[in-house]
């Protein structure tokens, strides 16, 4: 039987701050030249087609969940589209990191879904999703 596998279209990168990742959204030279520094001091974080180049592809829709936050999308030469996602935002846009972090770190030591609800609002199923 033939084995699938799963491939990520999506590349969490390290930004410095949400107001940097503002900047290189607003401006593309900003956002190519961030690009290209991460890949030269992280490839392992990227595609292997990432060495024969990228061009930007698009924007992700606006974010219901965040406030009309987005994503830039870039196309490599093999056209595959792949998000940039800041790692400063959850995967699948459901919260910012730092509104996370201690909330999973209990989460670790089994704390139970309806203590996080209780201390740290949503619900149940929220956390158990996260």
Not at 3 to 15: G, H, R, T, Y
Request: with cysteine.
């Amino acid at each position: 039987m033939e084995e699938l596998l799963v491939v990520s279209k999506c590349i969490c990168l390290a930004f410095p701050s949400e107001k940097h990742y503002e900047q290189c959204m607003k401006d593309a030279g900003a956002f190519r030249q961030f690009l290209t520094t991460m890949y030269s001091q992280y490839p392992e974080l990227f595609p292997r087609q990432m060495s024969q180049g990228f061009k930007f592809h698009s924007f992700t829709p606006f974010s219901r969940k965040q406030e009309g936050f987005r994503m830039r999308r870039i196309e490599l030469s093999d056209g595959n589209v792949y998000q940039i996602r800041p790692s400063f935002m959850m995967p699948y846009l459901i919260a910012r990191s730092d509104e996370m972090e201690k909330a999973l770190y209990l989460c670790k030591w089994g704390v139970s879904f309806g203590a996080l609800t209780y201390v740290f609002g949503h619900n149940d199923m929220f956390w158990y999703r996260a």
